[in-house]
């Protein structure tokens, strides 16, 4: 099993910035891929941006050039620094990786969510 652990949501202005951060903990994973999704309300979960290895990514059309998500390999973290935060990227956040847990088969994984509201 891994365990994923978010932190860094909160309530920012329009404009503004915050980071984001996820933590993965478990015995005898190896991950082979981390990203951040999110749910706005009365909305379907929709996928922000990933991360394999330690430096390929990808982001999803609306937050190109405005988030930037990355990794700490040694750490089991994966990070999303969000500029230039807009209303429309109000939601919960959750971060997910795909991992190898002991001898099992790769699986998805997925954090609690935390909150991110932009309002002014």
């Known amino acids: 099993q891994v365990r994923l652990v978010e932190s860094g949501g909160g309530l920012v202005q329009p404009g503004g910035s915050l980071r984001l951060s996820c933590a993965a903990s478990?015995?005898?994973?190896?991950?082979?891929?981390m990203g951040w999704h999110r749910q706005a309300p009365g909305k379907q979960r929709e996928l922000v941006a990933f991360?394999?290895?330690?430096?390929?990514?990808n982001y999803a059309d609306p937050v190109k050039g405005r988030f930037t998500i990355s990794r700490d390999v040694a750490k089991n973290t994966v990070y999303l620094e969000m500029n230039s935060l807009k209303p429309e990227d109000t939601a919960v956040y959750y971060c997910?990786?795909?991992?190898?847990?002991?001898?099992?088969?790769?699986?998805?994984?997925w954090g609690q969510g935390t909150q991110v509201t932009v309002s002014s």
């Open positions: 997910n990786c795909y991992a190898f847990s002991g001898r099992g088969p790769l699986q998805q994984y």
């Open positions: 478990g015995s005898s994973f190896s991950i082979t891929q």
């Open positions: 991360i394999r290895g330690g430096s390929d990514t």
